[in-house]
């Protein structure tokens, strides 16, 4: 029994003695502060991640960076959730999804970044005023950087367009439902359609619908949210044109009622794809030598006018009030958002930077000048909007998503019923999760 | 003190063997049943701290109508997968229990579903169902029959994912069932032929009543898993169409883990347990005979 406990106390001694502090001490008796990041868990991101790291280690001593992506689970935000619960997180992190941050903000578990001398200034010089307060807490504070956008429009083929002798991208409802009915069809004449306008995931999942009726939505209603001032506003003619249209879209056929596996649009089994700048680096690589491909902004309702918007599926970066070293985090988080970073988070990643005046800034000209495609991308960021950071979201676009199927996908219901239920159900979850 | 001094002159060895398994239990069993048991009375999102909230979660309960879909759903499902399994389940082992050729790996072949991967085998009938590009309906599309909506039509969606169920698990009831076959003895079957005994009477008269305890076995496993099922819809059909593949446990899980209502999540949880024990008593009360 002796021997038992002596080794057990060892075991524990060696356990905790190897979870010791982040600070390092050197030969030479030089302090080396360590911070960990987390970047997506996405080729490209660790590829530029592990480049910024490597760069950043090697013009600072004192500051070393550990780079760890984001442990694999469904989302990032319940990697998150586990960690802040395990008060296991990183110091810093460049995946926030602002429609989780209510949460982690009430949680006390990120930093407070308005608290250094120069945040405003700095953030002010690379955002635009406007969206940054979009970005703003309903305390008052900041607690994410804005990093980048990717807002979705619609990649099409350019060939199968031409073939079904649709030689204008549509701009409207009609146009759209035009273009879709002209290229849908069954082409090895077996009884099934075997070429389709389009494609979206039938699971009732709530993220599901950012890339359909979300999208859509704030195209059609020029650029509203779900929510203003705390209040729900989405039970408006916007969403019920937006379920109108895939309520036609799917009894016509033009989207198939069926789970794929593997990327059909490369395929040129699907006519377009609703997505983002991040898919030209996936079509590049994956598309045959005769693919042809190109991008429209998100069709609009026939009687819209004005700008069109859209979802930009924005990324952000935070520091998590688990830091032992605020200052250096904020200090690893400028660069990391520096002109420089940008332009590779570009050239790695295809994803747009949120930066004013991008497309004609002369550090990024040559980039674009080399990459045409992505332009439009960059033209379209200024015209996003995010989510609303309430920590209701999800579970009002699971809402949002059971409606969306009966009504839209299975036209069981009206859209102007599908939407009142919708916003009646939102309602019902904001008063039982705030309730006290 | 006499149990102390009994505990100080006992051989300590056995309390050390014994050390993993309680350790186990205690971390991996006690502790999350009798925190899920505190949550109870607790609104908790995992991130900001517990608020007391008594009862209500339990007021919630009954005045949730998709909680209650979802474990119609279930029964809906069990209806289905519970008497098909048994069927197919039986037949196969009466089939694999004579001496045909090959029988040893046809055993092994309808075992083979039950260790591979349940996410695999979702993916693979989910090709299969697809109503556009699908295998089974470009079958009855070349043999002049119509298209079936199988995951796509809220009357045909659970019944789908119960036959794929079956398909997956038959392979553990058929072996089930064929330890029970081999276990009647032979001199039954050869009385009953001296008596002239035709083979549907040797089967209902012998067979089946011999089969009572493999079957309240089956019934209750196959109820239990029945209960559990989470992986087909959440991979298949994440609950829809129009939630007619929402179950239970997929519910509970995105209460917990896609919402946040830990909670409310682990009333949830507790209740569902409680109609689980119900069932199992009531199928034991009627099917076990003595």
Redesign the interface.
């Given at each position: 029994?002796r021997y038992?406990s002596v080794v057990s106390f060892f075991i524990v001694f060696w356990i905790f003695a190897c979870n010791g502090s982040k600070e390092k001490i050197y030969a030479d008796n030089e302090k080396v502060i360590k911070l960990t990041y987390w970047c997506a868990s996405n080729p490209q991101e660790i590829k530029l991640a592990k480049e910024l790291v490597g760069k950043w280690n090697s013009t600072h001593d004192d500051v070393k960076i550990e780079l760890q992506p984001i442990p694999a689970s469904?989302s990032s935000e319940?990697v998150l959730?586990?960690a802040?619960?395990g008060k296991t997180t990183p110091d810093i992190c460049s995946n926030m999804w602002p429609g989780a941050m209510d949460?982690?903000v009430?949680?006390g578990?990120l930093v407070r970044l308005d608290q250094f001398p120069d945040f405003v200034d700095y953030i002010t010089e690379r955002v635009p005023k406007d969206l940054l307060e979009s970005f703003r807490s309903p305390d008052g504070h900041f607690y994410q950087i804005p990093w980048k956008t990717n807002p979705l429009m619609i990649m099409y083929n350019v060939k199968m367009f031409r073939e079904a002798g649709v030689d204008q991208t549509p701009k409207t409802y009609s146009e759209f439902l035009e273009a879709a009915k002209k290229i849908t069809k069954d082409i090895d004449g077996?009884?099934?359609?075997?070429q389709w306008f389009g494609y979206r995931s039938?699971?009732?999942?709530?993220w599901q619908r950012l890339f359909d009726y979300y999208t859509f939505y704030i195209a059609a209603s020029g650029g509203k949210t779900l929510f203003k001032d705390s209040e729900i506003i989405f039970d408006n003619e916007a969403s019920v044109k937006v379920f109108k249209l895939f309520q036609d879209i799917y009894a016509n056929g033009y989207f198939?009622?069926?789970?794929?596996?593997g990327d059909n649009f490369i395929a040129e089994r699907l006519a377009t794809n609703i997505t983002g700048p991040w898919n030209i680096a996936y079509v590049e690589k994956f598309k045959s030598s005769d693919f042809e491909y190109d991008i429209f902004p998100i069709p609009v309702p026939d009687d819209y006018s004005g700008p069109v918007y859209t979802y930009g599926d924005h990324k952000n970066i935070a520091i998590f009030s688990t830091t032992k070293y605020p200052k250096e985090a904020w200090a690893f988080a400028k660069f990391l958002v520096s002109p420089e970073s940008d332009l590779r988070l570009l050239e790695i990643c295809s994803q747009i930077p949120i930066r004013k005046n991008l497309s004609t800034d002369s550090l990024y000209t040559e980039y674009f000048t080399s990459h045409p495609k992505i332009v439009k991308f960059a033209q379209q960021a200024p015209l996003t909007r995010g989510v609303d950071g309430v920590?209701d979201l999800?579970?009002i676009f699971?809402g949002i998503s059971?409606e969306y199927?009966?009504c839209a996908?299975?036209g069981?219901r009206s859209a102007e019923e599908a939407v009142r239920k919708a916003a009646k159900r939102a309602k019902v979850i904001i008063d039982?999760n705030r309730s006290? | 003190m006499e149990i102390i001094t009994k505990f100080r002159d006992s051989d300590k060895t056995g309390y050390v063997m014994s050390l993993p398994y309680i350790l186990y239990f205690l971390l991996f069993v006690g502790f999350p049943l009798f925190f899920s048991f505190i949550l109870i009375f607790h609104k908790w999102n995992i991130v900001t701290p517990m608020e007391w909230i008594g009862l209500r979660n339990f007021v919630r309960l009954f005045s949730d109508i998709q909680f209650f879909q979802s474990i119609k759903n279930t029964l809906i499902f069990l209806v289905v997968h519970i008497p098909l399994q048994i069927v197919i389940a039986l037949m196969l082992a009466l089939v694999l229990n004579e001496k045909i050729k090959f029988r040893g790996f046809f055993r092994a072949i309808y075992f083979l579903p039950v260790i591979v991967s349940g996410v695999v085998i979702t993916i693979l009938w989910q090709q299969l169902y697809a109503y556009e590009t699908g295998l089974l309906n470009l079958l009855l599309v070349k043999m002049g029959f119509s298209k079936i909506p199988w995951i796509n039509d809220p009357k045909y969606a659970m019944t789908s994912i119960a036959i794929m169920a079956t398909w997956k698990n038959v392979g553990l009831y058929v072996v089930l069932f064929l330890v029970g076959l081999q276990g009647i003895p032979g001199y039954l079957y050869e009385a009953a032929d001296i008596d002239g005994a035709k083979p549907y009477q040797k089967f209902y008269f012998i067979t089946l009543p011999s089969l009572n305890n493999t079957m309240l076995l089956v019934i209750i496993l196959s109820t239990i898993g029945g209960f559990s099922l989470f992986i087909e819809p959440f991979v298949m059909t994440g609950g829809g169409p129009m939630n007619s593949t929402l179950s239970a446990m997929l519910y509970i899980y995105n209460q917990a883990f896609f919402f946040g209502h830990m909670g409310y999540s682990a009333t949830l949880g507790f209740f569902f347990a409680f109609i689980i024990l119900i069932v199992i008593l009531l199928q034991k009360k009627f099917i076990e005979q003595k």
């Open positions: 029994m038992i469904q319940e959730l586990a802040i619960a949460d982690f009430l949680s578990g077996d009884g099934m359609i075997d039938l699971k009732p999942i709530w198939p009622i069926t789970e794929f596996q920590s999800k579970e699971d059971q199927e009966v996908i299975y069981k039982w006290r | -």
